[in-house]
Antibody
Framework: EVQLVNSGGGLVEPGGSLRLSCAAS????????MTWVRQAPGKGLEWVGR??????????EYAAPVKGRFTISGDDSNNILYLQMNSLKTEDTGVYYC??????WGQGTLVTVAS | EIVLTQSPGTLSLSPGERATLSCRASQSVTSSALAWYQQNPGQAPRLLIY???RRPDVIPDRFSGSGSGTDFTLTISRLEPEDFAMYYC?????????FGQGTKVELK
């Protein structure tokens, strides 16, 4: 059974950093495309970025608001996907989800950027 | 970037009625790479339709998708109590992937 478990969220001050995790089971992360999506409180869904499967080069793409600040990477040995978030802004506040092929989703983890 | 506009913003209907949700793209969606999601408060989105009209096996057949190019539709043939929720469309054919702003299906 495919399962994704999000963790790593919390309260951080503007300008700070946070690393989110997405632990996968039931499949191999590097064999599929993985995506991060976020949702600000009371708002709609926003695509954050994705990492292609290894056979497609394992390259990444990011949405404009996070490009240069966020980095998606994978730990193949532990089957964990990461979202490294630097230079955080208040508008980065929200629930962050990882998703595998848009079908399977993590439960989300809340990031709050505030002073 | 492709902007997706969903209409109406809110749909007020009764159980058993038919729901028709629209998603219009600012430019043609590549290879009909259009998905629909259902989301309940506090929960992760649930994929209902991908490839504009394909339904995962676990999704009931009262949900159907249609359309191509710039105009897409999600139809719920007969609303069940658990269908009252938020619905989003998303295009994943052109980077950056984008979502519509959502349609709320509420109990009349």
């Amino acid at each position: 059974e495919v399962q994704l478990v999000n963790s790593g969220g919390g309260l951080v001050e503007p300008g700070g950093s946070l690393r989110l995790s997405c632990a996968a089971s039931g499949f191999t992360l590097s064999d599929t495309w993985m995506t991060w999506v976020r949702q600000a409180p009371g708002k709609g869904l926003e695509w954050v970025g994705r990492i292609r499967k290894k056979s497609d080069g394992g390259t990444t793409e990011y949405a404009a608001p996070v490009k240069g600040r966020f980095t998606i990477s994978g730990d193949d040995s532990n089957n964990i996907l990461y979202l490294q978030m630097n230079s955080l802004k208040t508008e980065d506040t929200g629930v962050y989800y990882c998703t595998e092929s848009l079908i399977n989703w993590g439960q989300g983890t809340l990031v709050t950027v505030a002073s | 970037e492709i902007v997706l506009t969903q209409s109406p913003g809110t749909l007020s209907l009764s159980p058993g009625e038919r729901a028709t949700l629209s998603c219009r793209a600012s430019q043609s969606v590549t290879s009909s790479a259009l998905a629909w999601y259902q989301q309940n408060p506090g929960q992760a989105p649930r994929l209902l339709i991908y490839g504009a009209s394909r339904r995962p096996d676990v999704i009931p057949d009262r949900f159907s998708g249609s359309g191509s190019g710039t105009d897409f539709t999600l139809t719920i043939s007969r609303l069940e109590p658990e269908d009252f929720a938020m619905y989003y469309c998303q295009q994943y054919g052109t980077s950056p992937w984008t979502f519509g702003q959502g349609t709320k299906v509420e109990l009349k």
